[in-house]
């Protein structure tokens, strides 16, 4: 138990974890048998001439270069401690975390990590963890905390009605709120001190076309989707993104309606033999993609076919695991995507196993300690209003995001909030996968 009461520790520095637990290695992280230095960082700076005149954005916090002696930062973690006091057999907890509690833990321990390292810049931090699933705490409560006041930088793995009262709270006190796992915007307006990581199904769709258009060529596309309200949410961004864009009237798009029930011969009545099929399938379920995937690799003798999917597709084994599927060419697209030989990569494997004396770091340690790193370092240069730098190639770690003001109305002048608009796209083959470019949307 007190290892793991030790994950709740309101201040990183100085607590230490370690646990046992039984999880999928993450799929870029090579096994390091040397340790690796601190990848360089550019020297810091006087910024002041680096921030402009008038105000980035519309937004006169912007132009404002504030920097502190110390700064406070509010860590959001899903971790469940209600659960450890409440569970009655505390004593599986010692062998094996329940499957619900990793990704919040994993988020902390990544987070963690890019904290411990950030104190070679002589970082002064205070950082205080909120475990969003607590009931002595909920969100509404939370906001009325002293230490929440005063934070000068707020990063969460929140889910959606977390997301919109934190970013109520980030609007009100003009603090920079990181999302950084929900592919949603909560259907927030007007708060530029919002900063989304984890890219909208919206900016999916539009990376996708864009992917299309510029990779392959005697294309039939196609967009299909289920008779169910998931499946025509997405298809209507897809439909909305091309509507958008004048360049796509040089590539024909045709919406099919489809259900799991169709055989081969049906799916392939919509396939043309002579041009490239491009399928794009909206659909977020692994079961209907995989159901639908058998019935494409059964025709790929006859038809020269892509797959192109959702970023959820990259949980399917089946892709690895059977042949039946390995003549399909299948895409998916993704905001997370690291590359293995990269320095960065090679110190946070080193780090990670020599803090916790654990296996690979798991996906949701890979983002906290990716997306806790960039923006305390953005903090630590550019003061608490680092939103005109965002995109600065300094602060990128593991990952080279880009990030673009999103404006829901084309008459507004303030950004409703800011989204990572570089997507990844990979393609497996063969039961392998490659990297396969990227777009920003």
Not at 11 to 31: D, E, I, Q
Not at 73 to 102: G, K, M
Not at 256 to 280: E, F, G, H, K, M
Not at 418 to 424: G, Q, S, T
Request: proline share 7%.
């Amino acid at each position: 138990m007190k290892y793991i009461l030790a994950a709740i520790s309101l201040l990183l520095a100085g607590c230490f974890l370690t646990r046992k637990t039984s999880r999928t290695p993450a799929p870029t992280a090579p096994s390091v048998t040397q340790a690796e230095p601190m990848p360089a960082q550019p020297p810091r700076t006087d910024t002041t001439a680096l921030i402009p005149a008038a105000a980035p954005f519309h937004v006169p916090q912007f132009s404002r270069l504030v920097r502190k002696p110390v700064y406070h930062i509010a860590l959001f973690c899903p971790l469940y401690l209600d659960s450890v006091y409440n569970e009655p057999h505390t004593q599986t907890w010692l062998t094996r975390f329940p499957e619900y509690f990793l990704p919040g833990l994993e988020f902390y321990e990544g987070a963690r990590l890019a904290l411990d390292s950030l104190h070679t810049m002589d970082a002064q931090l205070v950082v205080k963890v909120y475990d969003t699933r607590s009931s002595n705490e909920p969100i509404d409560r939370v906001v009325q905390d002293s230490f929440l006041q005063k934070a000068d930088l707020m990063i969460g793995m929140l889910d959606y009605q977390e997301l919109k009262k934190l970013s109520a709270f980030s609007q009100q006190h003009q603090i920079n709120l990181i999302s950084a796992t929900l592919p949603n915007d909560a259907e927030i307006t007007r708060n530029p001190f919002l900063i989304i990581v984890n890219s909208t199904l919206a900016a999916h769709a539009s990376a996708i076309l864009q992917y299309v258009l510029t990779n392959f060529n005697n294309v039939h596309l196609t967009l299909w989707s289920q008779p169910n309200s998931d499946d025509n949410t997405i298809a209507q961004l897809f439909l909305e993104a091309y509507r958008k864009h004048p360049q796509y009237d040089v590539l024909p798009m045709q919406q099919i309606v489809y259900d799991t029930s169709w055989t081969a011969s049906r799916v392939a009545s919509q396939l043309i033999p002579t041009q490239n099929n491009v399928c794009i399938f909206a659909t977020l379920n692994p079961v209907v993609a995989l159901n639908m995937a058998y019935k494409l690799a059964s025709l790929t003798d006859r038809y020269q076919i892509n797959l192109i999917g959702m970023p959820t597709w990259d949980q399917i084994t089946a892709w690895y695991a059977d042949s039946a599927l390995y003549s399909l060419s299948v895409f998916y697209s993704s905001p997370f995507v690291t590359n293995p030989q990269s320095a960065a990569v090679k110190y946070f494997q080193q780090k990670f196993m020599q803090l916790y004396r654990d296996g690979q770091p798991a996906p949701s340690a890979w983002k906290g300690f990716d997306i806790c790193y960039r923006f305390v370092w953005l903090m630590l240069h550019y003061g608490i209003y680092f939103n005109a730098r965002i995109n600065d190639p300094g602060a990128n770690m593991l990952i080279p995001y880009h990030f673009e003001p999103v404006y829901k109305q084309t008459s507004d002048s303030i950004p409703d909030y800011f989204e990572n608009r570089k997507i990844f796209f990979m393609k497996i083959f063969q039961g392998k996968t490659y990297a396969a470019g990227s777009v920003n949307a």
